[in-house]
């Protein structure tokens, strides 16, 4: 009996361990990503100005990857879209070798396509099958906890990303193979091997895996789409991850205008300050969740940074630094706690919608950005932290609406 509890003990326990390593590895990559952008623009001499485009080439790839991939999940399950997700985000890395040898932007955009396919497919899995793997119940807050591995994923690859790349992209091509394509090659290497140990691991949920061919996909499709929490649910994850890009967004620039002491090393640690921040909370909020109900839990954050967000509009300066840095306590359970909610009691659909709200989060990864750079340049970082207030309005009624379903199946329940 001892050995047959040790035995399940460890097929539980092995499968939250590796996506929990998945998503660490997913925060390191988006991270690095993101580094990546502006420091091969001065390579390719691209001008600076048309990053935000490259950026949005990679949500793009993001977005039109979602759906297809989630329809690929319920057709050969999540272990096998997992592995393919792995090895398209391998492909990457290896590209930015022949990038550099040649000189060739051809296959640098390729490689930000592919990184932004690879990523989609991964969360798009990564998602619903946390949701699946435990009692509905406790899904907002198992998301939570897996999720929150992200952002440490973040703070190493903020780290890393500062020793790894050199800071002058005019070197020689004997130079910027060492010190970036090289290594780049040994990433791409080190995620085959994940992909590799991935495939080992003997993951509980079945239910990615369903027959049928695509008048069925288009039938599932209408279902969910008639449900109310599906667009309410679409509609919070776009405003989730546009009050990240929002007020993490404005971060820099803020230090940059609002902090007399203005360095661009200090304004890079505040940035870092702000992800470790936003780690902590999502930590935070998944072990509060153990004692207060995670939709309450969620109301009350939006309130807190609804306070912080004024805080940082009004003081200015170290004031309003901390106020805006502290936003991401708050944040960090906004985005997980939206998915888990709207995917807990969708059962064998759950993939599909999973497909459909990293879609919406793709949407505000692409525009919000460009927005937010467009409102800074035309008029000041205050106005376009200003763009977060809607959302915050949405976020809210996405909650009360909750609140309401879930008194109306008590209620159900006990006639």
């Known amino acids: 009996m001892p050995q ?13 361990i590796s996506i929990a390593i998945l998503f660490v590895i997913a925060g390191v990559g988006f991270w690095n990503d993101i580094l990546l952008f502006p420091k091969f623009a001065q390579f390719f001499n691209i001008d600076l100005s048309h990053v935000l485009w490259i950026q949005a080439l990679y949500s793009l790839g ?7 991939s989630a329809m690929f999940h319920r057709k050969f399950g999540y272990k096998i879209g997992m592995i393919f997700a792995l090895g ?34 991964l969360e798009t899995s ?13 899904a907002v807050r198992r998301l939570n906890l897996l999720q ?5 994923g973040l703070v190493i690859g903020y780290i890393g990303g500062r020793w790894f790349y050199p800071s002058d992209m005019h070197l020689s091509f004997s130079v910027l193979a060492e010190t970036a394509a090289r290594p780049y090659v040994m990433v791409g290497l080190a995620v085959l091997f994940i992909a590799f140990l991935v495939e080992r691991v003997e993951f509980p949920a079945r239910s990615g895996i369903r027959s049928g061919g695509i008048a069925d996909v288009g039938n599932e499709l209408r279902s969910l789409w008639a449900k109310p929490i599906i667009k309410l649910g679409m509609a919070a994850t776009f405003g989730c991850i546009a009050l990240q890009s929002t007020l993490q967004g404005a971060t820099y620039q803020y230090v940059q205008t609002q902090y007399a002491g203005y360095t661009d090393q200090i304004a890079q640690n505040i940035v870092f300050a702000g992800l470790a921040v936003f780690g902590i909370g999502r930590f935070a909020g998944a072990a509060l969740m153990g004692r207060i109900e995670p939709n309450r839990l969620f109301q009350w954050a939006i309130g807190i940074c609804v306070v912080l967000t004024l805080g940082a ?21 906004g985005y997980p706690t ?19 709200l990293v879609t919406a989060s793709g949407l505000a990864g692409l525009a919000i950005p460009l927005a937010m750079n467009f409102v800074i340049a035309a008029a000041s970082v205050k106005i376009a932290i200003l763009m977060g207030v809607p959302f915050f309005a949405l976020l809210y009624l996405y909650t009360r609406y909750i609140q309401r379903t879930d008194a109306q199946d008590k209620a159900a329940k006990t006639r």
């Open 4 to 16: 047959t509890a040790n035995r399940q003990s460890r097929t539980t326990i092995v499968p939250y």
């Open 62 to 68: 993001y977005i039109l990857a979602a759906l297809p």
């Open 88 to 121: 398209l985000v391998s492909i990457g890395p290896f590209l930015i070798y022949p990038a550099i040898a040649q000189h060739g932007v051809t296959f640098f955009l390729l490689a930000v396509v592919l990184l932004g396919i690879g990523w989609s497919t």
């Open 126 to 138: 990564l998602n619903p099958l946390t949701v699946e793997m435990g009692r509905p119940e406790t």
């Open 148 to 152: 929150a591995f992200f952002p440490v």
């Open 313 to 333: 509009l009004a003081f200015g300066g170290v004031a309003g630094l901390a106020c805006l840095v502290a936003t991401n306590l708050c944040l960090g359970i």
């Open 338 to 356: 939206v998915l888990g909610t709207t995917l807990k009691d969708l059962r064998s659909t759950s993939n599909v919608a999973a497909g459909l």
